[in-house]
């Protein structure tokens, strides 16, 4: 049986699920390719090969309109559970400016990528659990749920590929390890709230996961 196994000991994000996968191909250069003719406005998608304490591997970059987003998790000493961030204009992975999209927006964009008809379920079918933690978390129906970091467009491309790359790879099955969410605080549009951020916490249930000594936000 063809087994995919994933070791989320560091997390999980949509990058480094994105170059674990790519990895598996026997061209990564041609998937790439592919991945940056689809039309998301603005992405460009490129991967080099890393060493990081000895051990090689791939690293991702997704830019939109030239710029890599940054993390935003905030130092122990600088967390305040009633703080808001209202006034920064760029703050973090969970907003980025002008980006608040509905899932109108988002089905009319991935129903104009040219991807295969599963591959395109299975990415509706992501966004549509997004949708739903969203929605718990903020008390609101699903319609009027506006996305922030997975409205935009290196989230799309982040979830697209790693639709995209399941399918090549087919795996039979997936199995997948506890998740490392790190620790400590991440700062957002609604303020700085403890890691897992309520709608990932949401998205978790059921799932073994664990925190530990790395203060972040490892699964976004």
């Known amino acids: 049986m063809k087994t995919l196994y994933?070791?989320?000991?560091?997390?999980?994000?949509?990058?480094?699920?994105?170059?674990?996968?790519?990895?598996?191909?026997?061209?990564?250069?041609?998937?790439?390719?592919?991945?940056?003719?689809?039309?998301?406005p603005g992405v460009v998608t490129t991967a080099v090969r890393t060493e990081k304490c000895g051990i090689c591997g791939t690293q991702l970059s997704v830019t939109v309109n030239g710029a890599e987003?940054?993390?935003?998790?905030?130092?122990?000493?600088h967390t305040h559970a009633c703080s808001h961030v209202h006034e920064h204009d760029h703050e973090h992975a969970h907003e980025h400016p002008h980006s608040h999209t509905g899932m109108a927006d988002?089905?009319?964009?991935?129903?104009?990528?040219?991807?295969?008809?599963?591959?395109?379920?299975?990415?509706?079918?992501?966004?549509?659990?997004?949708?739903?933690?969203?929605?718990?978390?903020?008390?609101?129906?699903?319609?009027?749920i506006h996305f922030h970091e997975v409205g935009t467009m290196d989230a799309l491309v982040d979830i697209t590929a790693v639709c995209l790359l399941l399918e090549r790879l087919a795996p039979e099955q997936i199995i997948v390890s506890p998740v490392h969410v790190g620790s400590g605080h991440v700062r957002c549009a609604h303020g700085i709230l403890p890691v897992p951020?309520?709608?990932?916490?949401?998205?978790?249930?059921?799932?073994p996961i664990y925190g530990g000594h790395i203060a972040g936000e490892l699964c976004t």
Request: glycine share 8%; hydrophobic share 50%.
């Open 6 to 40: 994933l070791d989320c000991g560091m997390g999980a994000a949509g990058d480094m699920l994105t170059a674990a996968l790519l990895e598996l191909l026997p061209e990564p250069k041609a998937f790439l390719q592919e991945l940056n003719a689809l039309g998301i």
């Open 69 to 77: 987003e940054e993390s935003e998790d905030v130092p122990l000493a």
């Open 106 to 144: 988002i089905r009319a964009r991935i129903a104009a990528l040219p991807v295969p008809q599963r591959v395109r379920d299975n990415i509706l079918a992501v966004y549509g659990r997004l949708a739903a933690a969203e929605s718990e978390a903020h008390g609101r129906p699903v319609d009027q």
């Open 197 to 207: 951020a309520p709608a990932t916490a949401i998205l978790l249930r059921g799932v």
